[in-house]
């Protein structure tokens, strides 16, 4: 099996504490989604975006993935209760492609070395047949969020 779980890579949290990621939504960093087969192996070691094992140019989908949108409404990021900061992203579609993934890696392309961020698995296959492919993040609050920091 390719994915194990969903991680917070491990080079993403050393990163934050040397300054190189800015989730801001107005001023921020570029972040994008791969998507992935049952070829790819991602953990939370993977420190960078890698294009072993992504999933086939089809449709909408190009190789690398795309851009992510930070959430704006509210901006992020925040601090929505108690001691928890979350960053949010809206969701994504690729429109009209035929895409089998089970898993996606969300990296910094503003980075030079494209530096991981989060894997996400889909726990089993995600799939679509000309159609749309939709990412739909959870409610960022401090439970769900995909990226959050306690």
């Known amino acids: 099996m390719a994915f194990t779980g969903n991680f917070v890579c491990t080079s993403f949290k050393t990163d934050l504490l040397g300054g190189k990621h800015n989730f801001t939504s107005t001023t921020g960093n570029t972040f994008k989604m791969a998507l ?4 790819a192996t991602l953990t939370a070691s993977t420190a960078a975006y890698t294009a072993s094992g992504e999933c086939a140019a089809t ?3 190009t190789l690398t993935g795309k851009n992510l949108v930070l959430e704006t409404s509210p901006a992020h990021p925040r601090v929505p209760s108690g001691v928890t900061a979350v960053a949010d992203f809206q969701d994504v579609t690729w429109a009209t492609s035929t895409i089998n993934a089970y898993g996606a890696l969300i990296y910094n392309d503003t980075q030079a070395g ?10 089993g296959l995600k799939a679509s047949s000309s159609g749309d492919f939709v ?3 959870p409610v960022a609050d401090a439970t769900n969020a995909i ?3 306690a």
């Open 59 to 61: 449709g909408t989908y």
């Open 36 to 39: 992935y087969d049952t070829a």
């Open 114 to 123: 494209k530096n991981s961020v989060v894997v996400l698995d889909f726990l």
């Open 135 to 137: 990412v739909q993040f």
């Open 147 to 149: 990226i959050r920091i």
